[in-house]
């Protein structure tokens, strides 16, 4: 998907200028809610004073010191968002006005903004069969729209997908807990292991990105297809009721798995296709997180 700079810019403008409404007018606030104060993280020990809490002792120091500590915690006010983008060639495929790989920016775009709005910080990995590119988590709009530009910017390839190599990438270069949004069409196999242990880790939220054509064959008759991620070449009878119908359901089983997968691992999805806007779903999904925290 490789575009000359001028292209680029105007690409990562329109991208900039759309997601940006959308950010100010409703998406913000909704991601403080979801995000923002979720948890607690270490700050100090000090010595026991009566009217604490015994349960927030640390015996270790107590042991050691010969003398009551406690461990005092405070509200984290700084979260760390890491974007996982699949570049892998599959991701180039688009049947109606965008590709997979464009949704997959414009999401980025979406959330890395409404992350800054926060005093966030933003970071990315871009993989393929092989870790593409590697951006630490950083403050500022500057390092939102360079993801954004990143994604976009990504060389065509007929490279696979590994998403188990991506995820082990992650969980031993993020030490710290995050909200990590996995971006992918999650054409890959064997990764459930580390996508459990990614789950356990991080706040994980899984983006299947798909296409219809994904789903339905049009009647066109004799039509030879390329993998992108090979290069095989196949040739389909879509005049066939019998090739289209085989088509839909063994398409919408992968489908079932898939989110029978993210339903086995308790990890929140974000369902994305190539013909629809996707601001509602997002909007659906921190409203189904508030619920579950209470917030709603």
């Given at each position: 998907?490789?575009?000359?700079?001028?292209?680029?810019?105007?690409?990562?403008?329109?991208?900039?200028?759309?997601?940006?409404?959308?950010?100010?007018?409703?998406?913000?606030?909704?991601?403080?809610?979801?995000?923002?104060?979720?948890?607690?993280?270490?700050?100090?020990?000090?010595?026991?004073?009566?009217?604490?809490?015994?349960?927030?002792?640390?015996?270790?120091?107590?042991?050691?010191m010969g003398h009551p500590f406690v461990k005092r915690f405070c509200e984290e006010r700084e979260l760390t968002i890491i974007f996982m983008v699949d570049i892998s060639g599959s991701m180039c495929f688009g049947s109606?006005?965008?590709?997979?790989?464009?949704?997959?920016?414009?999401?980025?775009?979406?959330?890395?903004?409404?992350?800054?709005?926060?005093?966030?910080?933003?970071?990315?990995?871009?993989?393929?069969?092989?870790?593409?590119?590697?951006?630490?988590?950083?403050?500022?709009?500057?390092?939102?729209?360079?993801?954004?530009?990143?994604?976009?910017?990504?060389?065509?390839?007929?490279?696979?997908?590994?998403?188990?190599?991506?995820?082990?990438?992650?969980?031993?270069?993020?030490?710290?807990?995050?909200?990590?949004?996995?971006?992918?069409?999650?054409?890959?196999?064997?990764?459930?292991?580390?996508?459990?242990?990614?789950?356990?880790?991080?706040?994980?939220?899984?983006?299947?990105?798909?296409?219809?054509?994904?789903?339905?064959?049009?009647?066109?008759?004799?039509?030879?297809?390329?993998?992108?991620?090979?290069?095989?070449?196949?040739?389909?009878?879509?005049?066939?009721?019998?090739?289209?119908?085989?088509?839909?359901?063994?398409?919408?089983?992968?489908?079932?798995?898939?989110?029978?997968?993210?339903?086995?691992?308790?990890?929140?999805?974000?369902?994305?296709?190539?013909?629809?806007?996707?601001?509602?779903?997002?909007?659906?999904?921190?409203?189904?997180?508030?619920?579950?925290?209470?917030?709603?």
């Amino acid at each position: 998907m490789a575009i000359d700079t001028k292209e680029l810019m105007k690409h990562v403008r329109r991208i900039r200028v759309f997601t940006t409404k959308f950010v100010d007018e409703h998406i913000s606030g909704e991601y403080h809610s979801v995000f923002k104060g979720r948890g607690m993280e270490f700050d100090e020990v000090r010595e026991y004073v009566p009217g604490d809490d015994v349960r927030s002792i640390d015996w270790n120091v107590t042991a050691r010191m010969g003398h009551p500590f406690v461990k005092r915690f405070c509200e984290e006010r700084e979260l760390t968002i890491i974007f996982m983008v699949d570049i892998s060639g599959s991701m180039c495929f688009g049947s109606i006005s965008r590709s997979k790989a464009e949704v997959a920016a414009e999401l980025t775009c979406l959330l890395a903004l409404s992350a800054i709005k926060n005093q966030d910080k933003v970071g990315m990995i871009l993989f393929s069969d092989r870790i593409e590119r590697h951006i630490p988590p950083r403050k500022g709009r500057t390092a939102a729209m360079r993801l954004v530009r990143e994604v976009l910017a990504a060389e065509e390839t007929r490279r696979p997908t590994d998403l188990a190599s991506a995820l082990r990438f992650l969980n031993k270069t993020q030490k710290r807990r995050a909200v990590v949004f996995l971006i992918s069409d999650f054409q890959s196999k064997e990764y459930e292991s580390e996508l459990r242990v990614t789950a356990r880790r991080h706040d994980l939220i899984c983006c299947p990105v798909s296409d219809p054509r994904e789903f339905s064959l049009v009647n066109v008759g004799l039509l030879e297809i390329i993998d992108p991620e090979t290069g095989e070449l196949m040739e389909v009878d879509t005049g066939s009721r019998k090739v289209i119908e085989a088509f839909r359901r063994q398409a919408e089983g992968e489908e079932e798995e898939l989110f029978g997968r993210f339903k086995r691992l308790k990890t929140d999805s974000l369902k994305l296709s190539t013909d629809r806007a996707f601001v509602d779903d997002v909007r659906r999904l921190f409203h189904k997180r508030q619920k579950r925290l209470g917030r709603g």
